[in-house]
């Protein structure tokens, strides 16, 4: 490898989740990164603190099973490359049943100490207004859903398409010692413990069924924010929800969903099955803090406040936070961007994290690695290589560059395929519609051959069908990621 001080650095601009992991991926294979985040010369609607992949909803990564859930898996993945953000995770998790859930303060000051510590990393604290100068010849583009309005319009004018839209609901967070723990009670659904967890993880606030109606009743009746003009057509994400919006869409939508009764016992009120369950999940390692699992909302703070006090156990609940409403805007990414993630009508420019397309903390910093190893790959003049789209990496790039609906595509009418001279990278796409999307296993390729049969050499059916998928599927993951990973080996491409 040439001696760093003489390859030309990538710049990194935005220091999230995504442009943290980007930068460091860049960095620890051997090329300067240069990550410019405007924070604090320049805040956000969402942001609170300085620090880089600050988390500004919740605290949860949610699942880490990685035997049978898409998310889990994709932690496994990102631990195996090397990630910074699953590290920081790893260390400073909370107890949150199956989910990691982490200290949001902890977590994101292990990421900023160690981005500030790289030998190979620069951090520019200033706002990139519009697009990066002409003589940054790389650039990861990882700005989140709360891009600059400068730097939107200029992509928006370089690329001749207008960015696509939707509102993201931020969940309440409730000091621990005003919760009434003569009505509450910890438990995790079905005691399950997780990462660094108990199986009595998250606080509990039971409803019976008329204070389950009533609550429904003032959801629908409370004030909410308004909006301006230009936001009255943008559609909200259906993973991200408002408490008040699941309410409009049924009486039993909130029953279906984050107030669920399933996996759960009232210590209080053993022989009585609860109607509905609030659910709080701890926020800090302190365990001085719970957030209000699935209560994003857009209720206006003096309606909020009233109307969650009606939840038992929480009559007297003081916030230290309430929840909030923000813009988020992300790009038509498989119209705009080739299967390396790079800008079609500008390939110097790289995109990553929630501004693609994807949702969620861990897919956000996962499309950050990728990028960042693509860039460093580029600067090194190796070759790119796309993660095979079997794992849950794979997958996910492959949704937001249009492998998703490649089935359903023609060749472009020149033939010309998406990503150049890059293997295995998908062709053009031409989506009817390209939505927000976490991690699933409806992304993965399908299964080749039938499933195993059960030991008495019937079909698996049910639930009993749907586990064997799930654990096929991540078996074959992993061993396409090996495999993967041992040609990187094999051609003198670190991996780790």
């Not at 931020?170 to 009670?185: F, H, K, N």
């Not at 916030?319 to 790009?331: C, E, I, M, P």
Request: hydrophobic share 40%; net charge negative.
């Amino acid at each position: 490898m040439s001696n760093a001080s003489q390859i030309e650095p990538v710049h990194v601009v935005g220091g999230g989740l995504a442009g943290s992991e980007a930068a460091w991926q860049v960095a620890q294979a051997g090329v300067p990164v240069v990550l410019h985040e405007m924070r604090p010369a320049r805040m956000t609607e969402a942001h609170k603190t300085h620090g880089l992949a600050e988390l500004v909803c919740s605290n949860s990564f949610r699942s880490d099973d990685a035997e049978s859930n898409a998310v889990g898996l994709l932690h496994q993945e990102m631990r195996r490359l090397g990630s910074l953000i699953m590290h920081a995770g790893d260390k400073h998790q909370v107890p949150a049943g199956g989910a990691l859930a982490v200290d949001r303060d902890g977590f994101s000051e292990a990421v900023t100490a160690a981005l500030e510590a790289h030998p190979l990393v620069t951090i520019d604290r200033a706002e990139v207004a519009g697009l990066p100068p002409e003589e940054w010849d790389q650039v990861v583009v990882a700005t989140g859903p709360l891009t600059s309005p400068a730097l939107a319009e200029a992509i928006r004018g370089l690329t001749g398409a207008d960015a696509l839209a939707f509102f993201d609901a931020i969940a309440p967070i409730v000091y621990r010692e005003s919760v009434d723990m003569g009505v509450a009670w910890f438990q995790s659904r079905y005691d399950k413990p997780g990462p660094g967890g108990t199986g009595a993880d998250y606080l509990n606030c039971p409803m019976n069924r008329e204070q389950y109606e009533a609550f429904v009743d003032a959801l629908l009746a409370g004030e909410t924010t308004s909006f301006k003009e230009w936001e009255a057509n943008t559609p909200y994400f259906d993973g991200c929800l408002p408490i008040e919006v699941m309410a409009e869409r049924g009486r039993e939508t909130l029953r279906y969903g984050p107030m669920k009764p399933v996996g759960l016992t009232n210590p209080h009120r053993p022989d009585e099955k609860p109607w509905a369950v609030v659910q709080l999940r701890q926020d800090n390692a302190l365990g001085t803090l719970f957030n209000m699992v699935g209560f994003q909302t857009k209720l206006k703070y003096g309606a909020q406040a009233a109307i969650l006090r009606m939840i038992p156990g929480l009559e007297n609940a003081e916030f230290a936070r309430l929840g909030g409403l923000h813009r988020n805007t992300y790009l038509d990414s498989p119209r705009l961007l080739d299967g390396t993630l790079r800008l079609k009508a500008a390939p110097r420019l790289r995109f990553a994290g929630q501004i693609t397309g994807c949702e969620g903390y861990v897919e956000s910093a996962a499309v950050g690695l990728m990028a960042g190893r693509f860039a460093a790959a580029e600067r090194l003049g190796r070759a790119v290589r796309l993660l095979p789209p079997t794992t849950a990496m794979g997958a996910l790039a492959a949704h937001i560059t249009g492998g998703h609906i490649l089935a359903e595509e023609d060749e472009d009418e020149d033939g010309v395929e998406g990503a150049g001279a890059v293997e295995g990278a998908p062709k053009p796409a031409k989506p009817r519609s390209f939505q927000p999307m976490n991690v699933n296993f409806g992304l993965f390729p399908p299964l080749e051959g039938a499933l195993p049969k059960s030991a008495d050499g019937k079909r698996l059916r049910g639930s009993a069908k749907a586990i064997a998928r799930k654990k096929a599927l991540t078996d074959r993951a992993r061993a396409d990621l090996a495999a993967w990973l041992a040609e990187a080996d094999s051609l003198g491409v670190a991996a780790e």
